[in-house]
């Protein structure tokens, strides 16, 4: 279930952005919309350092000190928008929370929007500034990250330079991403009432601003259709009452089906690209998994040049790689101690084919699992659960002393003196 400021918001959406998609809605009253609600939601300043630029002629800004790209390097984030407006206030407010939270500086693009400039114009500024990026001081960026029409144009990037032969990020992050124009997914119908922000009327009017007249399959126009295979680590977030939803499903499906690592978290009940509302507990929750993530991927890379990067991961420990001389030696096995020993897991119930009801896990509050809790030998579930196998034995086998005590099998009875003491 989710918290209460995310019902909150989800409320707030579904009384003032989803009334707005009707037929013959216009882009100036989608943009009017927009910032006033940027106005609102984005009129916090941000916590750190920055600093308005221009890479490969597209307005961009940087968010962090710039000693963090030559210690962490960098962060690309392609904002969304559906292609055709731009919330500064907001993600400017995520850009500097996953700057500090990653310790990386983030570059926030402004690309050219439709349906002034329709495709190809936003994803060739985003392919210029990676290729400025890459022939830099820092090297290629670290991550690239966007969400919806951001989390496309990430996507689409990463496809380009794989086949260009540049060097890939160490990861991409993927938030709510609109993987498929067509809107062939069953999420988009079954969902259509239960998401607060979006509704069919979307799907009609905006993929029609960004590329009229041409074929929604292309795998530039729905990276969903296109090569999902050499693509660095992948995680997709999104909410299960989206529109969206199956996008990010099946695009972690593809991926995964070409040999790409990737990674999914479906959050119940929770808005498009909920971690733009920081007042939500599941939007911090969400910067720290990303930041998880990142640090998992990412951090074994050093922020130098590409020139100055190795070719791969060093080998582990007792592996050769083809081609190399001598294999590392291998670390020496620590011998287990002799007054210790592995307790093997308790057998499955032959008959139910499941496991005994003492050994399944309990969910938690987010829907998961989480093992089992020991109890203490004063845990009062232990002391109830041992009246009631007393209270089980047969009556011959429950003769006690008269204080309630069970002096055990061939045990002579105690005194109610003994058993005060």
Not at 168 to 174: I, R, S, T
Request: one cysteine or more; hydrophobic letters at 35%; glycine letters at 8%.
């Amino acid at each position: 279930m989710p918290s209460f400021r995310a019902r909150m918001i989800n409320t707030m959406l579904r009384l003032t952005v989803k009334p707005l998609w009707r037929p013959g809605l216009s882009i100036d009253a989608i943009r009017r919309h927009t910032a006033r609600t940027d106005s609102r939601l984005g009129r916090r300043g941000v916590d750190c350092a920055t600093e308005s630029v221009t890479i490969a002629g597209v307005p961009a800004r940087w968010y962090g000190a710039p000693d963090l790209a030559s210690r962490n390097g960098t962060l690309l984030y392609l904002h969304g928008g559906a292609w055709c407006v731009h919330l500064p206030g907001m993600y400017g407010a995520i850009a500097a929370r996953l700057s500090v939270a990653t310790r990386m500086r983030v570059l926030l693009i402004d690309y050219r929007l439709a349906p002034e400039h329709p495709f190809p114009a936003a994803v060739d500024d985003c392919m210029a500034v990676y290729r400025a990026l890459v022939q830099g001081p820092t090297g290629r960026p670290r991550v690239i990250a966007g969400d919806s029409a951001g989390g496309n144009l990430s996507l689409v990037t990463l496809m380009r330079v794989r086949d260009a032969q540049l060097p890939l990020p160490a990861c991409a992050v993927l938030l709510s991403p609109a993987t498929d124009i067509s809107m062939s997914g069953p999420s988009i119908r079954y969902n259509a009432k239960a998401d607060p922000m979006f509704s069919p009327d979307a799907g009609d009017l905006l993929p029609d601003l960004y590329c009229p007249g041409l074929e929604r399959t292309l795998p530039l126009i729905s990276p969903l259709h296109g090569d999902w295979s050499g693509l660095p680590p992948l995680y997709f977030l999104a909410g299960s009452t989206e529109m969206l939803l199956d996008d990010s499903v099946r695009a972690h499906d593809r991926a995964q089906q070409a040999g790409t690592s990737s990674r999914i978290d479906v959050w119940p009940d929770m808005p498009h690209v909920f971690p733009l509302f920081p007042l939500a507990p599941e939007a911090k929750q969400a910067i720290r998994d990303i930041v998880a993530f990142i640090d998992e991927h990412a951090r074994d890379v050093a922020a130098l040049p590409q020139a100055a990067l190795p070719d791969a991961r060093p080998p582990r420990p007792g592996r050769r790689r083809p081609g190399s001389a001598a294999a590392e030696p291998a670390k020496p096995e620590v011998p287990r101690p002799a007054g210790r020993r592995c307790t093997p897991p308790r057998a499955r119930d032959p008959i139910a084919g499941r496991r005994p009801i003492g050994d399944r896990p309990r969910a938690n509050r987010r829907g998961g699992c989480s093992p089992r809790r020991s109890a203490s030998p004063s845990s009062p579930r232990l002391a109830k659960n041992a009246i009631w196998r007393w209270s089980r034995r047969p009556i011959e086998q429950r003769i006690v002393d008269g204080t309630g005590t069970d002096p055990g099998p061939g045990q002579p009875p105690r005194s109610r003196r003994s058993c005060a003491e």
